[in-house]
């Protein structure tokens, strides 16, 4: 419980009290004030380092009042008479992140771009409102911009319901805010709120019908300071972090070095059998390759799969022309052209461990016909070793799917030989079914099975050491948890690490080296950053930081990747390369498995390569796929 009015050393208690039923995890601050090192190579800067607040000053003074304080590594407004503050810099395009915690009915707020040829900050300034939406004084919640802007779903979203993601009085709650000339953007707890142009037809309309109409230099200065507002209420902030923003809106890419490679396409001379540029209905059908694998049968093999639903297979040479198509099933497998499929379709495969005397292989697809995600077992033809017996097909496991997005899919035998499988949260945004921390949902899960024996009626067996197989409540087969949208896993074949990409929502794309029982923190967190509101789950440990995280301005949609373990290239050797789809940029990051650290990020091809996922064949070589209306999908590295 926090008190309403603070003097001397209750402001102390007001910064470091820590929420009885809250688990200390969810809002620790052993990491506060601090840069990742990801950040420090992007451009980030500190403007609180948690020890003094010499970045900052109060409007139209030179000095910081005494009524602000610096208390356990918090900005605490603790005292009557504090004043507005702002930054001793000025900034023009800028994005900032910071962590604020209001008091019990408190209010305060963030303005941009002030400048001080005013009586008042906000006079010049546009203020996100931060306060206590429970039992504050405004209808004008946290992270509004004060009678200009409010939170509004984006127009896809299956649930229009306005989205109020602030965290209660007493709590820690987060702000990342943008203000560019390409465009505004103010996210409150890892949640979108809205987005604005500062100057455009719209953004004048509000201001017009705002009490802001009155002042001729509202929101126009272009650059200013940034400020922190004291409204009379007691609040503190950390992890106050800002980032200057080019012109041309590009930010710094966080690496160490360019390794300057280009891609070229690994199997130039490669037709796939059977496979037509144009459909039945004379209509131009780009193909997606989405995995690439080879049988442990010392045939020189490797093995491709389309997310239309076909397998093909082919001798592992860069000479090879000629292609045989294992499996066809378009039928089967949900078109990830259809509206909203686009992460559908048939997204994982992989050879059993045993394939040479077995002659089994498993896919991850998306049903055609019903919402579910199925994994199922098919072997070789025995007249044929280039072609599946389709009446072979045995259903290992169905996962329902509430959405068509963040279906996961990507599977990986591991070196104990269980399977191991990526499922996403369920889809849409904001993890609607709470499916991240839900141990008794399998979705927003890695899971891990036996496909060789089964247990009871399912299709497959339970490890015994599985994490939770003997938690109550628990699905027995997630062996992690805590994940948004896995695109996609692998094991790197030396240390056997198994590495998995997590997509973000708004922010963060993650890497992740995923441990036995391991907890992701989705959707409490998004990387190492709050997410919604949603309550800390009892009884979930502690959430694992990822290894290297980027942010929205770096990159949108992460495809993880492998290690690379061929000798090739050598300086690849030992990396893990990874890719942003939407950026085109492929990166290469270096891991202490000693330490469990990302120790350098070097930039492998700067842009423009779509990269839908990484494949690995016997020799430990790595290759990439991208999408092609000429079949041309399959690409490796080169000098």
Same mark, same amino acid.
């Given at each position: 419980?926090?008190?309403?009015?603070?003097?001397?050393?209750?402001?102390?208690?007001?910064?470091?009290?820590?929420?009885?039923?809250?688990?200390?995890?969810?809002?620790?601050?052993?990491?506060?004030?601090?840069?990742?090192?990801?950040?420090?190579?992007?451009?980030?800067?500190?403007?609180?380092?948690?020890?003094?607040?010499?970045?900052?000053?109060?409007?139209?003074?030179?000095?910081?009042?005494?009524?602000?304080?610096?208390?356990?590594?918090?900005?605490?407004?603790?005292?009557?008479?504090?004043?507005?503050?702002?930054?001793?810099?000025?900034?023009?395009?800028?994005?900032?992140?910071?962590?604020?915690?209001?008091?019990?009915?408190?209010?305060?707020?963030?303005?941009?771009?002030?400048?001080?040829?005013?009586?008042?900050?906000?006079?010049?300034?546009?203020?996100?409102?931060?306060?206590?939406?429970? &039992?504050?004084?405004?209808?004008?919640?946290?992270?509004?911009?004060?009678?200009?802007?409010?939170?509004?779903?984006?127009?896809?979203?299956?649930?229009?319901?306005?989205?109020?993601?602030?965290?209660?009085?007493?709590?820690?709650?987060?702000?990342?805010?943008?203000?560019?000339?390409?465009?505004?953007?103010?996210?409150?707890?890892?949640?979108?709120?809205?987005?604005?142009?500062?100057?455009?037809?719209?953004?004048?309309?509000?201001?017009?019908?705002?009490?802001?109409?009155?002042?001729?230099?509202?929101?126009?200065?272009?650059?200013?300071?940034?400020?922190?507002?004291?409204?009379?209420?007691?609040?503190?902030?950390?992890?106050? $972090?800002?980032?200057?923003?080019?012109?041309?809106?590009?930010?710094?890419?966080?690496?160490?070095? $360019?390794?300057?490679?280009?891609?070229?396409?690994?199997?130039?001379?490669?037709?796939? &059998?059977?496979?037509?540029?144009?459909?039945?209905?004379?209509?131009?059908?780009?193909?997606?390759?989405?995995?690439?694998?080879?049988?442990?049968?010392?045939?020189?093999?490797?093995?491709?799969?389309?997310?239309?639903?076909?397998?093909?297979?082919?001798?592992?040479?860069?000479?090879?022309?000629?292609?045989?198509?294992?499996? &066809?099933?378009?039928?089967?497998?949900?078109?990830?052209?259809?509206?909203?499929?686009?992460?559908?379709?048939?997204?994982?495969?992989?050879?059993?461990?045993?394939?040479?005397?077995?002659? $089994?292989?498993?896919?991850?697809?998306?049903?055609?016909?019903?919402?579910?995600?199925?994994?199922?077992?098919?072997?070789?033809?025995?007249? +044929?070793?280039?072609?599946?017996?389709?009446?072979?097909?045995?259903?290992?496991?169905?996962?329902?799917?509430?959405?068509?997005?963040?279906?996961?899919?990507?599977?990986?035998?591991?070196? &104990?030989?269980?399977?191991?499988?990526?499922?996403?949260?369920?889809?849409?945004?904001?993890?609607?079914?709470?499916?991240?921390?839900?141990?008794?949902?399998?979705?927003?899960?890695?899971?891990?099975?036996?496909?060789? +024996?089964?247990?009871?009626?399912?299709?497959?067996?339970?490890?015994?050491?599985?994490?939770?197989?003997?938690?109550?409540?628990?699905?027995?087969?997630?062996?992690?948890?805590?994940?948004?949208?896995?695109?996609?896993?692998?094991?790197?074949?030396?240390?056997?690490?198994?590495?998995?990409?997590?997509?973000?929502?708004?922010?963060?794309?993650?890497?992740?080296?995923?441990?036995?029982?391991?907890?992701?923190?989705?959707?409490?967190?998004?990387?190492?950053?709050?997410?919604? +509101?949603?309550?800390?789950?009892?009884?979930?440990?502690?959430?694992?930081?990822?290894?290297?995280?980027?942010?929205?301005?770096?990159?949108?949609?992460?495809?993880?990747?492998?290690?690379?373990? +061929?000798?090739?290239?050598?300086?690849?050797?030992?990396?893990?390369?990874?890719?942003?789809?939407?950026?085109?940029?492929?990166?290469?990051?270096?891991?202490?498995?000693?330490?469990?650290?990302?120790?350098?990020?070097?930039?492998?091809?700067?842009?423009?390569?779509?990269?839908?996922?990484?494949?690995?064949?016997?020799?430990?070589?790595?290759?990439?796929?991208?999408?092609?209306?000429?079949?041309?999908?399959?690409?490796?590295?080169?000098?």
């Amino acid at each position: 419980m926090f008190l309403l009015k603070f003097v001397g050393k209750c402001a102390v208690a007001f910064a470091v009290t820590c929420m009885v039923g809250v688990p200390h995890s969810a809002f620790a601050q052993s990491d506060a004030n601090q840069l990742s090192e990801a950040e420090k190579r992007s451009g980030w800067k500190l403007l609180f380092d948690g020890k003094s607040a010499d970045a900052w000053r109060n409007y139209q003074k030179d000095t910081l009042g005494e009524g602000w304080k610096v208390v356990d590594e918090t900005l605490v407004r603790a005292d009557q008479g504090a004043g507005d503050i702002i930054t001793k810099e000025k900034y023009d395009a800028f994005e900032l992140l910071i962590d604020y915690k209001i008091s019990h009915e408190g209010n305060s707020g963030l303005m941009f771009h002030v400048t001080e040829d005013n009586p008042r900050p906000w006079h010049s300034g546009p203020e996100i409102q931060i306060q206590d939406n429970v &039992d504050g004084h405004d209808p004008q919640k946290a992270g509004w911009l004060y009678q200009l802007y409010k939170p509004t779903p984006p127009r896809w979203a299956a649930d229009q319901t306005p989205v109020d993601a602030s965290r209660p009085a007493g709590q820690w709650n987060q702000i990342y805010l943008r203000i560019a000339p390409q465009g505004c953007e103010v996210c409150l707890n890892g949640v979108r709120y809205y987005t604005f142009k500062i100057g455009n037809n719209d953004w004048n309309r509000r201001v017009s019908e705002s009490k802001f109409a009155k002042f001729p230099e509202f929101g126009k200065a272009g650059e200013g300071h940034i400020c922190l507002q004291d409204h009379g209420d007691h609040v503190a902030f950390r992890n106050i $972090k800002v980032r200057r923003i080019n012109p041309d809106g590009s930010v710094p890419q966080p690496i160490d070095g $360019k390794l300057e490679l280009k891609s070229e396409l690994a199997f130039p001379n490669l037709k796939l &059998d059977q496979w037509e540029a144009v459909d039945d209905d004379g209509k131009i059908r780009p193909l997606r390759i989405l995995e690439l694998t080879y049988p442990r049968d010392d045939s020189n093999r490797v093995f491709i799969a389309s997310q239309y639903g076909e397998i093909w297979t082919f001798k592992n040479d860069p000479e090879t022309v000629k292609s045989h198509l294992v499996l &066809d099933m378009r039928s089967e497998v949900a078109d990830w052209k259809n509206s909203g499929g686009n992460e559908q379709g048939l997204l994982g495969l992989a050879m059993h461990p045993d394939f040479k005397n077995n002659q $089994k292989f498993y896919v991850y697809y998306s049903d055609a016909d019903n919402d579910r995600s199925v994994v199922s077992e098919f072997t070789m033809s025995k007249d +044929n070793p280039n072609k599946a017996d389709a009446a072979t097909e045995r259903i290992v496991m169905v996962i329902p799917q509430p959405y068509k997005n963040h279906n996961g899919g990507s599977i990986e035998f591991g070196p &104990d030989g269980f399977l191991y499988i990526g499922l996403g949260d369920g889809g849409d945004r904001n993890d609607p079914k709470a499916a991240g921390q839900n141990l008794s949902m399998l979705l927003g899960s890695i899971l891990r099975i036996d496909v060789d +024996n089964r247990s009871g009626d399912k299709g497959y067996g339970i490890p015994s050491d599985n994490p939770f197989v003997n938690t109550p409540n628990a699905q027995p087969e997630i062996y992690a948890f805590g994940i948004r949208n896995p695109w996609r896993l692998a094991f790197d074949r030396q240390t056997g690490d198994l590495w998995m990409g997590d997509v973000g929502q708004e922010l963060w794309e993650e890497v992740n080296v995923v441990t036995k029982g391991g907890n992701y923190g989705w959707s409490n967190r998004e990387g190492t950053n709050s997410f919604g +509101n949603r309550p800390p789950v009892a009884g979930v440990s502690d959430p694992i930081d990822p290894v290297w995280q980027y942010d929205h301005r770096i990159g949108r949609s992460i495809t993880g990747g492998r290690v690379y373990r +061929n000798a090739r290239l050598p300086e690849l050797a030992g990396k893990y390369l990874y890719a942003d789809y939407v950026t085109g940029v492929v990166w290469a990051l270096s891991f202490d498995p000693e330490t469990k650290r990302a120790t350098a990020n070097e930039q492998v091809i700067p842009e423009g390569v779509q990269v839908l996922g990484f494949g690995e064949d016997q020799n430990g070589e790595i290759y990439f796929f991208t999408e092609s209306p000429r079949g041309e999908c399959v690409y490796r590295f080169a000098e």
